[in-house]
């Protein structure tokens, strides 16, 4: 296990290739991901932005409040949500993607598991793709991402198998494999951002233990995203029955995870983490600086 203390200040920078020749710097500075579901049922926002009109003003919206990149969903992955085909999927994502691609620079992610949707998604502006199985539910998507040269986020999921008993032990299996699949494609390293999947088929202990062992993942030595946002364990904790009321401790994870070395923070209020973040950033400055003058002084 690395140490605490000097993993929790420790954001290794790294550009993020993306797809349409885009790049992302990671590290000196927290990227937050504004969640935008143009679907009826997902768990916090469902119905709301469905609209493709209103889809489109919500981004603008978390776009003029800090966030750098904008994931667009078409099919909710809250636990027993009814499943889409890809062309319902793509019917609801693509109006979007187009409309945000004409606007201007904001780099846009579909949300999706299916090559066929972020193969359109990407051909029409998006520039990311956040694979909840982390490659592993389409033989398809691997070879997308590489041939596309798109940015993918490959997330760790505990649905539809047995985990490992130790949830760090789980995580290097499972996206160790995502990364046999990854490499094997031709999936360039420097286009793969991590995400650990929290509250993705794991109980209020795991979701803690990740948060608490967070810079263990630093182990795969790439960018980290995490998305904690309104999840249920954090209602289990604050006594918050409606996801909505769970934006402040949302914020409390993005710091912590923060200073464990998260890079990504991918949520629903973009508002509420972006001041949180902006200290947590502001105290990693200070913690490299005091470094580098405590270096000076022992040569």
Not at 266 to 294: C, F, G, I, M, P
């Amino acid at each position: 296990m690395s140490d605490p203390a000097s993993a929790s200040f420790s954001v290794t920078p790294h550009q993020w290739s993306l797809a349409h020749g885009r790049v992302l710097e990671l590290g000196a500075k927290s990227v937050l991901m504004g969640i935008l579901n143009v679907t009826p049922d997902s768990f916090s926002d469902g119905g709301i932005n469905f609209d493709p009109k209103l889809a489109v003003a919500a981004a603008n919206k978390m776009i003029a409040a800090g966030a750098q990149v904008v994931d667009i969903g078409g099919e909710s992955t809250r636990p027993g949500a009814q499943s889409v085909d890809g062309e319902t999927e793509i019917g609801r994502v693509l109006p979007v993607i187009q409309a945000l691609a004409a606007q201007g620079d904001a780099l846009l992610s579909i949300d999706t598991y299916r090559a066929e949707t972020a193969e359109a998604a990407i051909d029409a502006g998006c520039h990311i793709i956040n694979d909840v199985w982390g490659l592993q539910k389409d033989d398809g998507m691997a070879g997308v991402v590489a041939r596309t040269g798109a940015g993918v986020v490959i997330m760790h999921s505990g649905r539809e198998r047995t985990k490992l008993d130790d949830v760090i032990d789980d995580q290097k299996f499972y996206l160790g494999q995502s990364l046999k699949i990854a490499n094997e494609a031709g999936v360039e390293r420097s286009a793969i951002v991590l995400d650990p999947g929290i509250g993705f088929a794991k109980g209020m202990e795991e979701n803690m233990q990740l948060l608490a062992r967070f810079e263990e993942l630093h182990q795969f030595d790439l960018p980290l995203l995490v998305g904690t946002s309104r999840k249920r364990f954090l209602g289990a904790i604050t006594g918050h029955e409606s996801a909505s009321d769970r934006d402040m401790a949302t914020a409390a994870t993005s710091v912590v995870a923060r200073l464990k070395g998260a890079s990504i923070f991918r949520v629903h209020n973009v508002e509420a983490n972006v001041d949180a973040l902006k200290v947590a950033d502001a105290l990693l400055t200070t913690q490299r600086a005091d470094q580098v003058e405590n270096k000076g002084d022992l040569n």
